[in-house]
C-alpha cells in the first residue's frame, strides 16, 4: 500500500545508521523515510515551495548538455577543455541557485560576495552531485567559494575515479574473478 504512494519501508538497521548520523550531526528533528518527492509534496505542501524546485527538479541540460554527456565529456576532454566545461556548467548552476545569469557569476570572485549563504551551498551541493555525479559536501562549497575552486574539487573527483577505473586489480585491492572450483 506505501508503495503505491511513493512510500517505502526501511530496514531497522539503515533507519538506526541514517539516524545515528543526524544524531551525530547534532539535528535537533530529523525524518528518516524513504519516499519520492511526489509523495512529500502530497502531503507536505511547503516541500513545493519555489526554493525547494531547483533542488527536487529533474535534472536539467547544463552548459549545454545532459547529466550523462556532461559526465562522459569531462572524462574525455583534454584538462583544460574539461575544466572550461565544468566552470561553464558550475557557473549555471550557480546561476540557478542565486537566481540570476551564468554572465553575472565571476569565476573568481566568492559566491558569499554575490549573496550565497550556507542553504544556497547546500543546494549547490545537491546540484553539484546530481549534474555531476561528485559529493561536494556544503562545508567545501563554503570553504572554496569559488567557481575556479569547486572546479578544480569536481575534477579531482572526476579524476581519481577514472584513475580507479584504470588500475591493475593489484594496486585496487581486488583480485579477477578466475573460474575453478570453490574449496569447502
Known sequence: MLENKGMGL?????????LERLLAEGAEVATVGRMTWEALRS????ADAPR????????????GHTTDDLRRQLAVLPPAQAR??????????????LQTVPERVPMERPLGELGMDSLMAAELAV???????CA???IEAVANPTLTALADLVLKQQGLRAAEATLPAQQTGTRPATAGTARP
Open 43 to 46: 502531503f507536505c505542501p511547503t
Open 127 to 133: 546540484l553539484v552531485q546530481r549534474h555531476f555525479d
Open 10 to 18: 526501511l530496514a531497522p538497521g539503515e533507519a538506526h545508521t541514517c
Open 52 to 63: 525547494l524546485r531547483l533542488v527536487l527538479a529533474p535534472a536539467a541540460d547544463v552548459a
Open 136 to 138: 561536494i559536501p556544503t
Open 84 to 97: 572550461d566545461l565544468a566552470l561553464r556548467a558550475l557557473a549555471e548552476l550557480a546561476a540557478t541557485v
